[in-house]
């Protein structure tokens, strides 16, 4: 029932990574429950592909079953919309415009499928998809059963859900959205708003996967005890832009660009001069050059700043 060899660059935003030695995009419960026991028959890994935003594949690929879950449905009941897991956010924007439903705005822009922003509690604009969660209905393919959590039970925090945290055992399959009525106009002009302001920070004319590190808490800065004085710069602490996301963080570009790292490249990854926190694929990149890079910003950025990054990324 499986196609074979895909190349997994032709479903991540990079076009990075080698093929997938199982493929398999599942419509609906009984076509994923059937791959998932198919998959455990064989001993395969299984790994959950949303739209493939948030990846980098390496250039071996992966040696196991790249599982699709392409539900695609919208049903809305009052101002709640149950929504498949492989809608695309952009998708449910539309909609959202299209009935008049308010509270999801912050999103506009955000790429990616409704499971992978569930699954990363993906956020912008200081709002967080655990706002607007009433449920999640995932399927755990170590018990091969369904499971429907209400909000509190995600487990939702900072980029993270009680799925992510389980570490792909579970597979959302849909989410309801508890949203408002609004005003058509005000909602799509909104989220136009944030659309634009992506287009003119983020590098998209090149093939990218987001920022490829976590903006750094101030906590996590103080319980380092590093100062917070730049060395070698007249600057003080108060000159360092401290952005809410949603706790007050340090941006991980910031800290790129002050270790002079804009537009530094390997092979055919760049760190983006435009956005620096942003790797991005300017010619034909192997993951192994990108892979390069994050090294090589990591090891400077702590090197300058004693700050260990972290990758928001999910490596495959
Ligand atoms: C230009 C750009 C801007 C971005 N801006 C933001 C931003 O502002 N805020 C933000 O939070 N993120 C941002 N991202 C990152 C990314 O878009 C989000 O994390 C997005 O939610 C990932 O969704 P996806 O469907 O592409 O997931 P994928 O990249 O396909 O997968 C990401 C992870 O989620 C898992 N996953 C996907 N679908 C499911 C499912 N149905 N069930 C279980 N697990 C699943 C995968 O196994 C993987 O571990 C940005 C990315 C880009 C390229």
């Known amino acids: 029932m499986f196609k074979e060899n895909i190349p997994l660059a032709g479903h991540t935003g990079y076009k990075i990574g080698g093929p997938a030695r199982y493929f398999f995009e599942a419509r609906n419960l009984d076509e994923l429950e059937s791959a998932v026991r198919e998959a455990r028959k064989k001993n395969l890994s299984i ?22 879950p392409d539900f695609h449905f919208l049903e809305q009941d009052g101002n709640e919309v149950n929504v498949g897991a492989g809608i695309p956010i952009a998708e449910l924007l539309n909609y959202l415009i299209t009935h008049s439903l308010t509270g999801l705005e ?84 909104s989220i136009h708003e944030k659309i634009n302001y992506r287009r003119e920070r983020h590098p998209l004319e090149y093939p990218n ?43 991980a570009a ?37 892979k390069t890079l994050i090294e090589l910003v990591k090891n400077e950025v702590h090197g300058k700043f004693g700050i260990i990054l972290e990758e928001e990324v999910q490596r495959i």
């Open 47 to 68: 790994f959950v592909l949303g739209g493939g935003t948030n990846l980098l594949v390496s250039d071996e690929g992966f040696d196991g079953l790249a599982l699709k």
């Open 106 to 189: 912050w999103a506009g822009g955000l790429p990616g499928t409704v499971g992978g922003a569930v699954r990363g509690n993906a956020g912008a604009f200081g709002g967080e998809t655990k706002d607007l969660i009433k449920s999640v209905r995932s399927f755990d393919i170590e018990k091969l059963k369904e499971v429907e959590r209400e909000a509190p039970a995600c487990d939702f925090g900072y980029r993270s859900s009680v799925f992510k945290k389980k570490g792909g055992t579970e597979i959302i399959m849909s989410a309801v959205f508890a949203l408002k009525k609004g005003d058509t106009e005000t909602v799509r002009k």
């Open 209 to 251: 996967i987001g920022s490829i590190f976590k903006n750094v808490p101030l906590t996590r800065i103080s319980a380092d005890s590093i100062s917070l004085n730049l060395p070698g710069s007249t600057r003080k602490s108060a000159a360092i832009p401290v952005k809410t996301d949603p706790v007050p963080v340090v941006p």
């Open 254 to 290: 910031y800290l790129i660009s002050e270790a002079g790292l804009k537009g530094v490249s390997f092979g055919g990854a760049m760190v983006s001069p435009k956005h620096p926190n942003f790797i991005v694929n300017v010619l034909e990149a192997k993951a192994s050059d990108v």
